[in-house]
């Protein structure tokens, strides 16, 4: 495999680690002859790699395995996180992982919703830090354990720019993940406002309902502002549970069995896809179809 990836044109990467994006998927799913994953294929070289007879999953893994030595973009690292961490440390039955989560003026690129809220924030071998210290300021206002997840030779600039209450990850050249230094914990630090401002109408109204026993009686246009107030009626460590509890409602039941369906290298796909469960079924049925019949060349 190593020296068959010399006929792969790696200025197509980026264009490769774009398979995994839901807008991709999705046009596989919904489109009778997708177009996208057969022309990247073709134009990279990596047709040559592949057996028509592959299956569909074996397709993703091969490509993601290949993306995974040659160029760690966000989804190597928010799969990773998934795969390691969510699926290799917690249970689904009692764990949730968002993407993209809304924190203050930031968003958070992956947030691990067990007893407690812990972030990771991905810092590629591709990305700059300019944006590290307003993320980190941000994300204090909200979850209980931030981490910052870096590869080996960015460890020593996160130690240097970070205080020792966050948490340093390595993902290793060997696409394991490495605790360098433990996340504290700082709940009790939280901003209840921010948390209140994070979260959907269906959550806060639930949680005031749970806390204080009513939802205020007014007008829609001032639900908001009416149960903003109670919100920050509670102490930090309140609102920062309260908002674990809510958040955990995120992972449905249907999701959780997408989840654990699909390839190891679509796990961070799954858990933000916003496919309904018609969609679900579909694409896993597509997944065990060789890839020849799905995927025909593009022409030029």
Do not use: W
């Amino acid at each position: 495999m190593a020296s068959k990836n010399l006929n792969i044109d790696r200025k197509y990467n980026p264009h490769l680690a774009r398979i995994f994006s839901n807008s991709v998927i999705s046009e596989l799913v919904k489109c009778d002859k997708p177009k996208y994953i057969p022309e990247i294929l073709s134009v990279s070289g990596f047709n040559s790699l592949l057996d028509k007879n592959l299956k569909l999953k074996e397709l993703f893994n091969t490509v993601y395995n290949y993306l995974a030595k040659s160029y760690r973009n966000e989804y190597i690292y928010k799969n990773a996180i998934a795969n390691k961490i969510l699926l290799g440390k917690h249970s689904l039955n009692t764990s949730f992982m968002l993407t993209e989560f809304r924190a203050s003026n930031c968003k958070a690129d992956a947030v691990i919703i067990n007893g407690t809220s812990n972030i990771y924030e991905i810092k590629t071998e591709l990305d700059s830090f300019e944006r590290l210290t307003r993320q980190v300021e941000a994300y204090k206002k909200v979850f209980d354990k931030i981490n910052i997840i870096v590869s080996s030779n960015q460890i020593s600039k996160v130690q240097e720019t970070t205080s020792d209450s966050i948490g340093i990850l390595e993902l290793t050249p060997r696409n394991t993940i490495r605790t360098v230094r433990e996340a504290a914990s700082r709940k009790h630090l939280i901003d209840q406002g921010v948390i209140f401002d994070s979260l959907r109408k269906k959550e806060y109204t639930s949680i005031i309902q749970e806390k204080f026993g009513f939802i205020p009686d007014v007008p829609n246009t001032q639900i908001y502002s009416e149960c903003k107030s109670l919100f920050l009626e509670l102490s930090p460590v309140d609102a920062h549970d309260a908002m674990v509890k809510a958040l955990k409602t995120r992972g449905n039941n249907t999701l959780k069995d997408f989840i654990s369906s699909i390839p190891y290298s679509l796990k961070a796909f799954a858990l933000n896809t916003k496919f309904n469960k018609k969609e679900k079924d579909q694409f896993l049925a597509l997944l065990d179809k060789p890839c020849g019949c799905l995927l025909n060349p593009a022409t030029h």
